[in-house]
């Protein structure tokens, strides 16, 4: 795929993320890992609705700047879940509402942030972890992600927002939506003792789609 083409994409998936309503303003940001270890990258203080292809920032492998505006505050975090995760050539970093509104709940386990409610949370994310609050674009966030050893390619920053990876962008894209998804369901069925899946449908998903999921994932845990 050319270069213009995934220019394109970025504007097309920030777009259509912007306008229904899963990040507002100019929050948000986007990033494509490119052949040559250079990245792709939205820039600072831009809505992801009015993206221009020719403005987004280019970076080489070593992390400068090459071409486009300045790009957003959030590299740290692009840099760290990229060096953890391999096989990542995209991550979305949102401040959607439901995601945002679960991190901020006392319950919440670190190493689980969301129950098992639907398959298709568990086959775009993998499960989620939550990581303590940091300043936008505080360099200590690296840190926070690389202590995650590479498990979850879904992460969610304390009173922040998502930021997940995936081999394409239209798999980070898929995945941030179904986390969001399955954040709103956790707080509409919050102290109602919602049926989740069982251990054993957790094992059957796993081994028919070949998931790879922290074990902390295959339990069961509540809506309390």
């Not at 409610?117 to 775009?124: N, W």
């Not at 936008?136 to 966030?141: L, R, S």
Request: hydrophobic letters at 40%; one cysteine or more; proline letters at 8%.
């Amino acid at each position: 795929m050319s270069e213009s083409k995934q220019r394109e994409d970025i504007c097309r998936h920030g777009r259509s993320l912007f306008e229904r309503g899963l990040t507002p303003g100019s929050s948000g940001n986007i990033s494509l890992r490119l052949p040559d270890g250079g990245w792709l990258v939205t820039p600072t203080n831009v809505s992801l609705g009015f993206l221009d292809p020719a403005r987004i920032s280019r970076l080489d492998a070593a992390g400068r700047v090459v071409s486009g505006d300045k790009p957003t505050k959030e590299i740290p975090l692009h840099t760290a879940l990229y060096e953890s995760r391999a096989e990542a050539r995209a991550i979305v970093h949102l401040h959607s509402t439901h995601a945002v509104a679960v991190s901020m709940l006392p319950e919440i386990d670190p190493k689980a942030v969301l129950p098992p409610l639907t398959p298709y949370y568990l086959m775009r994310t993998g499960g989620t972890a939550l990581v303590p609050y940091y300043r936008p674009g505080d360099p200590a966030v690296a840190d926070a992600i690389r202590g995650l050893a590479g498990k979850y390619a879904s992460v969610l920053l304390a009173n922040h927002g998502p930021v997940v990876a995936g081999e394409s962008l239209e798999a980070a894209v898929f995945a941030t939506e179904e986390l969001e998804e399955t954040a709103k369901l956790y707080l509409l069925l919050r102290n109602l003792n919602p049926r989740q899946l069982s251990p054993a449908q957790v094992a059957d998903l796993v081994s028919h789609f070949g998931l790879t999921l922290p074990e902390h994932d295959g339990h069961a845990h509540g809506c309390s």
